[in-house]
């Protein structure tokens, strides 16, 4: 049973670049979550998504934008890139309403 | 802002009991305790959780006390892999409730 898949793993974009990081849940669950992880901080929460929307957002910019599927895998976009951006973005994915949330390995996002 | 607060750091010998602490003074009654740690460069781990009965899992156990503001998750033998940083979170289950990392604490195991 795969768990919580990302891709990419690492990339490299430059300021003003949009950039789209792609999630794939465990298989059976429906939610997914994303953060972003900066060095030496704990993940910040950006959104989650159930049944194709979004049903919570953390403090960030509409530049951060997201997209749930049918078969509940999930893309994040970031538009007009800042260096600030670069962090390590995760994806959680959850059944609804059950407490447990699962990682992926992560997209690490390098701005230059 | 996280609720909860943890020592920044702490080391143990390997082999012997890990007693990780954890303050959530303003936890409310519907909260729920959770443990994650995160092993360098990879995605949080769940470890385990618990509402206010002590719980028990194959990776940990998790102490909480009676009045619920504060916790102890307990590795019984801390080994080189449990190596990590170790969050502590109080969240509501049930809902969309999102779960508030703090900076956790490293706890690093010395052979």
């Known amino acids: 049973d795969a768990g919580v898949t990302q891709s990419p793993t690492h990339l490299i974009k430059t300021r003003g670049q949009q950039v789209t990081l792609r999630c794939s849940p465990k298989?059976?669950?429906?939610?997914v979550s994303w953060y972003q992880q900066a060095l030496g901080q704990g993940p910040q929460f950006i959104f989650q998504?159930?049944?194709?929307?979004?049903?919570q957002r953390g403090n960030f910019p509409d530049r951060f934008s997201g997209h749930q599927f049918p078969n509940y895998s999930s893309e994040l976009n970031v538009n007009a890139l800042l260096l600030g951006d670069s962090a390590l973005y995760l994806c959680?994915?959850?059944?609804?309403?059950?407490?447990?949330?699962?990682f992926g390995e992560g997209s690490r996002l390098t701005v230059l | 802002d996280a609720k909860t607060t943890q020592p920044t750091s702490m080391d143990c010998a390997e082999g012997r009991a890990a007693n990780l602490p954890c303050n959530h003074s303003?936890?409310?009654?519907?909260?729920?305790v959770y443990w994650y740690r995160q092993i360098h460069s990879q995605g949080p781990q769940y470890i385990i959780h618990?509402?206010?009965n002590n719980e028990t899992n194959e990776m940990a156990s998790l102490i909480i006390t009676e009045d619920r503001k504060s916790s102890t998750l307990i590795l019984p033998h801390a080994t080189l892999r449990d190596t990590a940083v170790y969050y502590c979170?109080?969240?509501?289950?049930?809902?969309?409730?999102?779960?508030?990392f703090g900076k956790g604490m490293k706890l690093t195991v010395n052979p």
């Open positions: 998504y159930y049944e194709e929307e979004e049903r």
């Open positions: 618990g509402l206010k």
């Open positions: 959680a994915s959850s059944l609804s309403n059950t407490g447990e949330l699962f």
């Open positions: 303003t936890i409310s009654g519907n909260e729920y």
């Open positions: 298989s059976g669950h429906d939610t």
């Open positions: 979170i109080v969240r509501v289950v049930g809902g969309s409730e999102k779960l508030v």
